[in-house]
C-alpha cells in the first residue's frame, strides 16, 4: 500500500473539516447571539424611513435582524431580501422592491439569493458525504476516487453558491449607496464563505493527489513479471540465451523475437536457416 495516500487523505479530512465548520458558521448566523455568530451577516445597511424597517437591517441566512442581530425577524427558507420591510414599502430604494416576496422584492433580487440558499445547502450536503467517504481513502485508491468526485461536486457547489451570495449583496450594498444610506458588507460572513471555499479547495486537489498515487506493491509485481533488454523486446524473468543462432529466443520460449527480425547479435534470424 502507498503510504503518502493516507497522509494526503488525512490532510484532506483536516481542510474539508474547516471548510465544514467555516459553512455551519455561514448558515447558522442570527441564530444565536454567541461569537462569532452575531457579527455574522451578509450586509447591514440604513433602512431608516422605510416603511416597516428597522433602523439598522443585517441579513443573514435565514432572518433578518437588528443591529448585532438582535431583534429578528421569524427564521424563513430562501427569505425574500425584501423581509425587511412591508409590502409596498415607501422609503425604499427602488431597485430593490418589486411584486415578488408578498410586493417586498424584485425580481432579479429573489431568484439571484433564492438559487444562491440553495446551493449553500447543496454544498453543505456534498461537503458532509466527501467528509465521511474521505476515510476510506486512507484505506486504498477506490475510496480515494469516491472521495475526489464527491468533493468535487461539493466544490462546484460552493463556488455557485458564494458567486451568487456575493454578486446579491454587493448589487444591494450599491442600490444603498445610490439612494444615499449607509451601507456595507458583512467580514465575517463573506470570510467564512469565501475561506469555506478556499478550504475545500485544497481538500480536492489533496484528495485527487491520492486519487492518482500508485500502489507500490502492485507497481513493482508488475515490474518483476516484465523486463525490457534494451532492444524493443519485452522478456520474462530469468536467463536469457543469447547464442548467435537467435534459434533459442525464437523457439525456447525464453524470448521473444523483435520487430526487427535480428537476433541478440544484430544478425537476421533467416541468415541462420
Partial sequence: MNRTRPLLAILSLLFLAISLVL???????????????????????????????????????????????????????????????????????AGL??????????HYFWYMWR?????????????????????????????????????????????????LMTATFVKMRNHFHRDGRDAHLGRYAFGFSWGAWAALVISTVLFLLAMLQRDKNRYNNRRSTYATDGHDRVVADGPV??????????????GRRSNSGKSYDGRRVKDDY
Wanted: aromatic residues 16%.
Fill in 241 to 254: 540465451t543469447t547464442g548467435t543462432s537467435g534459434r533459442r529466443g525464437f523457439f525456447g520460449g525464453w
Fill in 23 to 93: 459553512l455551519w458558521f455561514v448558515i447558522l448566523s442570527g441564530i444565536t447571539r454567541t461569537s462569532p455568530l452575531r457579527q455574522t451577516y451578509f450586509l447591514r445597511a440604513d433602512t431608516s424611513g422605510i416603511s416597516g424597517a428597522r433602523a439598522v437591517s443585517q441579513w443573514t441566512y435565514f432572518k433578518v435582524c437588528g443591529l448585532n442581530n438582535q431583534d429578528c425577524g421569524p427564521a424563513r427558507p430562501a427569505l425574500p431580501l425584501g423581509d425587511a420591510w412591508d409590502s409596498y414599502p415607501s422609503g425604499a430604494p
Fill in 115 to 163: 438559487f444562491g440558499w440553495v446551493f449553500f445547502l447543496l454544498a453543505l450536503f456534498f461537503e458532509t458525504l466527501a467528509f465521511f467517504s474521505g476515510f476510506l481513502a486512507c484505506l486504498g485508491r477506490i475510496g480515494a476516487v469516491i472521495s475526489a468526485t464527491i468533493a468535487s461536486w461539493a466544490l462546484v457547489m460552493l463556488s455557485v453558491a458564494v458567486a
Fill in 97 to 106: 422592491t418589486g411584486k415578488y416576496g408578498g410586493h417586498t422584492t424584485s
